[in-house]
Nanobody, 127 residues
Framework: QGQIAEAGGDSVQTGGSLRLSCAHS????????MAWFRQAPGKEREGVAVIDTDGHTNYATSVKGRFTISRDKANNILYLQMNSLSPEDTAMYYCAVSRPMGSVRTPPTKASEYTGWGQGTQVTVSS
């Protein structure tokens, strides 16, 4: 599966922005989906944004219009641009890689579809 390492988490105030990145050491030609999940204390892990090998994306309703997922396939890096952050976005953010799926019109947001996980990066938004 390769190593997965997130970066970019920080503490920001409401309305601020952050850009998360995720480096994946696996085969860049593997047709996997890559995703960002998040988990707040006492809550289940939630799929935030996912992208397939052809750039099809899928977002959680709570982040649509504020978060943008992108993927540098050549360098196997995943990004999450987060704007208009609110305290409800406070969580540990995890990068995940799926099994090979090819082009998927609606990439999956279920954690069970993803087989490789990073250690997470903390995002804290204060009011």
């Amino acid at each position: 599966q390769g190593q997965i390492a997130e970066a970019g988490g920080d503490s920001v105030q409401t309305g601020g922005s952050l850009r998360l990145s995720c480096a994946h050491s696996g085969n860049p030609d593997s047709r996997v989906c890559m995703a960002w999940f998040r988990q707040a204390p006492g809550k289940e892990r939630e799929g935030v944004a996912v992208i397939d090998t052809d750039g099809h994306t899928n977002y959680a309703t709570s982040v649509k219009g504020r978060f943008t997922i992108s993927r540098d396939k050549a360098n196997n890096i995943l990004y999450l641009q987060m704007n208009s952050l609110s305290p409800e976005d406070t969580a540990m953010y995890y990068c995940a890689v799926s099994r090979p799926m090819g082009s998927v019109r609606t990439p999956p947001t279920k954690a069970s579809e993803y087989t490789g996980w990073g250690q997470g990066t903390q995002v804290t938004v204060s009011s």
